[in-house]
């Protein structure tokens, strides 16, 4: 549910956002991208790491700095010595490329040029790539996917062209984080570089006429490295243990103004201020800088969500990931959130649109969750808000393969530099996320609605029974998802009915009330550590799940091949086992869900 915050909220809100220092801000920009290049594990990802704490303590803040051994991988800072790339038939041609981050490293080879377009698994079908080295699209996140299916195409390597003038920086396995023994299997063991968008439409011309052959050579370092991770933590005055978890990573391809100096200063100012106020905070803020996010594909979020699981589990309410905030250009405000949270988004970001956003700056809430950039917590369950920006279309500034940085063509290229920044947006995006975290933090309840979540469910198990044309019974679970919504109907009527008399009391009166809303806030995260793992993930909820494409209930989706199999064929059979358990599992998430609503609605 939603309440409006009172008058002594919004002055809070509006204090804390006047203690933001602009000037201030802007100077510690100056300093991290005067730093260069932060690839973790580096000096220079160490004095960045320094500036931090030393910025903090001298508000007297604090701080934390946790220090581990993560599984890296670098090009070289002079990407010219990356890799080489050479057409040596039909004709002559040296080609401009680069290697990536986590990319198999091989010495000069020659072989056959495929062109398999988009790179995904349909696009292999009628094609022979076995030993030789494919030609593929760079999808930004989706890069490493198709270099996982190259590779079990039985591809020897591959080259991403890119949709831009640039080639944009990469880490390409699809390893969440540092790999466990049995996802260390999926580490790229062939090599791929990318190349411009220009020099990618003469290759592809070249296959479309001739057989190419090209020579090819890689040469990137992998391996361990000392990182170090700083951590804040402000407890707030009365739920101490809770916490609102906000982080981003410091990591940096080139001096990184919009991936992600933008992010480490937001929580440089976040961690004074909120230190200041935490005797006006109901719950407190934990704010995390993360390394081995571009060097490691998340492996620092990844690490503190295996050391902290109890502790994320038991007291983490909610969570917000800041990346690229302050781009020039990126007038567009976008906000996401799970499902729970999508009331309070909505209602959030109009009232503070009409209190200081103003035009040319445009605002848009409640779009549905993304999973990368450091979305480790997912399988734990934690209810996550975020804001992101955007270059509009039709800007000169937008590139055509970003994944990141606001759209902008210099995204994970050694131009991403302070002059890319903008510093009156970076400022305002501060005082819109501090917003937010303080009336979540303050909230007298948390402001979950679940009535939407089955609905979300139901739109996938529909979708599924349909395609699975009898071949598989989903029907028990949407008469579940059908009981769930109307537990969530009841409870979100209950809790209306709450906190209705709650506002009417006095504070003496309001009181023994108190108690029982702490039990139904634990109640309420109990609903999201059930339900969130099953709609998300595949794994369990202490394991990630591979950085590849997941649709929601990622379990089930296999239903998907099922109808076209010979349903008597050993294929199908085992297909079914597995489908089963998978039911079994997300039937049990729904009733779990169910008992703890009906639960609620009796306290």
Known sequence: ????????????????????????????????????????????????????????????????????????????????????????????????????????????????????????????????????????????????????????????????????????????????????????????????????????????????????????SVDIWK???????????IEGREYPEKYFLVHGHFCSWGDGMTDNVGGNVHFIEMAKIFWKYRDHLKKGVKIAWWPGHSQGRYS?????????????????????????????????LQTACTSELKQFNENNMEELADTFINSPVQTKASTGIFRAGDQSFTGIGISRIELHTAIPDGSPLKGKTTGGGGGGWWWHTLQDTIDKGDKDLLHLQL?????????????????????????????????????????????SLLKKCDEMKQSAEALEARLNRLMTQYATKNNEEKKPYKALLAKVDERLMEIMHTLQPVFCTESSRFEQDPAIRIPPIPGLQPVRKLAAMDQGGDEARFLKTGLMRQRNRVSYALSQAIKIMDAIKKE
């Open 300 to 332: 620092g979020s990844t690490w503190f969500a295996d050391q902290f699981w109890e502790d994320l589990n038991k007291n983490c309410f909610a969570e917000m990931n800041i990346d690229s905030p302050g781009v020039i250009g990126a007038t567009i």
């Open 431 to 475: 005082m819109v996320n501090m917003s937010t975290i303080t009336r979540l933090c303050n909230a007298e309840i948390l402001p979950f609605n679940f009535t939407s979540v089955p609905d979300d469910f139901r739109g996938v198990l529909e979708e599924l029974h349909e395609i699975a044309n009898g071949t598989f019974d989903l029907s």
């Open 1 to 216: 549910m939603y309440l409006k915050p009172n008058k002594k909220q919004l002055q809070l809100e509006k204090d804390i956002r006047a203690e933001i220092d602009k000037d201030k801000l802007w100077k510690h920009v100056e300093y991290l991208c005067g730093i260069g290049e932060k690839f973790s594990g580096t000096p220079e990802s160490k004095q960045a790491v320094d500036y931090f704490v030393e910025s903090v303590r001298e508000y007297n803040v604090p701080i934390e700095v946790y220090e581990f051994d993560s599984y890296l991988s670098y090009p070289s800072h002079d990407r010219s010595r990356d890799a080489t790339l050479e057409v040596v038939a039909p004709s002559s041609l040296i080609v401009n490329c680069q290697s990536h981050a986590m990319s198999g490293s091989a010495p000069l080879m020659e072989r056959e040029l495929v062109d398999v377009g988009p790179g995904d698994l349909k696009d292999y079908e009628g094609k022979n790539v076995e030993g030789k080295i494919v030609l593929v699209d760079f999808a930004a996140l989706w890069t490493p996917e198709r270099l996982y299916i190259a590779q079990q195409k039985g591809a020897v390597g591959q080259i991403a062209i890119s949709g831009d003038p640039v080639i944009h920086d990469m880490v390409v396995t699809t390893v969440w984080g540092t790999p466990t023994k049995e996802s260390s299997i999926r580490i790229p063991k062939i090599p791929i570089v990318s190349i411009t968008n220009e020099d990618g439409k003469r290759l592809r011309e070249l296959c479309r006429s001739n057989q190419v052959r090209i020579k090819l």
């Open 223 to 233: 391996g361990w490295k000392k990182v170090y991770l700083p951590v804040v933590q």
